[in-house]
């Protein structure tokens, strides 16, 4: 099993470009989510997805989109990129059923916003 | 409302002594589940230790443990024998539903030769 994966591992673009950001599990779990994690600020939830078919927003969801393409998948866009959207990415997932599950993290995606 | 704090940016710990990594946390809600993850220089998140808000025993994982004290509301992590290894970021974090994950700022180890 890979677990969580994550493309690209890096990431450079200028102000105003766009990227998509993916994001695959192979644990058959339920949810899934995005995640940035900035200097001195621990990791912050962008948006997740309980279940297929369905997302909503976490604490920071502005400038982002996301898509669940189907259980295994979701990805986290950029439409016009801005140097505050510079941090680390991180996906996870989860069986989701309660709240004493933990989450399992991808490697992460550096995305630097020049 | 900040929900976890982590009052340690950073701490020191002599190989092989233990060392505990301060955790404490804000909800309301009865149901909650308290985790530690572990970062390396490398960038993964390592899941470490869970401690549920009904468990009335501290987790234990290895050399893990988690000092639970409810009425305090604090969640601390024990690294016992510590190992050059255990040098990281160490994050906790609190689940209060079964969709919300809410983090700490992180607390950087250094384990000294």
């Known amino acids: 099993n890979a677990g969580v994966t994550q493309t690209p591992k890096f990431q450079v673009l200028k102000t105003g470009q766009s990227m998509t950001l993916q994001c695959a599990q192979d644990?058959?779990?339920?949810?899934m989510y995005w995640y940035r994690q900035d200097p001195g600020m621990g990791l912050r939830l962008i948006y997740y997805?309980?279940?297929?078919?369905?997302?909503d927003k976490g604490e920071v969801p502005n400038g982002y989109n996301v898509s669940r393409l189907n259980k295994r998948e979701f990805s986290l866009r950029l439409e016009s990129a801005a140097p505050s959207q510079t941090s680390v990415y991180f996906c996870a997932s989860t069986t989701g059923q309660s709240y004493g599950h933990e989450q399992f993290f991808g490697p992460g995606t550096r995305l630097t916003v020049l | 409302a900040q929900k976890i704090t982590q009052t340690q940016p950073g701490m020191f710990v002599q190989e092989k002594e233990a060392v505990t990594l301060d955790c404490t946390y804000d909800t309301s809600d009865p149901s909650y589940g308290l985790f530690w993850y572990k970062q390396p220089s490398s960038g993964e998140m390592i899941f470490l230790i869970y401690q549920g808000s009904y468990d009335q025993q501290n987790a234990t994982e290895g050399r893990y443990s988690l000092n639970f004290q409810k009425a305090r509301k604090s969640a601390n992590l024990v690294i016992s024998a510590s190992q050059l290894g255990d040098s990281a970021m160490y994050f906790c974090a609190m689940r209060e539903d079964v969709y919300d994950m809410r983090f700490g700022a992180g607390t950087r180890l250094t384990v000294k030769p």
């Open positions: 644990m058959n779990h339920n949810s």
């Open positions: 997805s309980a279940s297929e078919g369905t997302t």
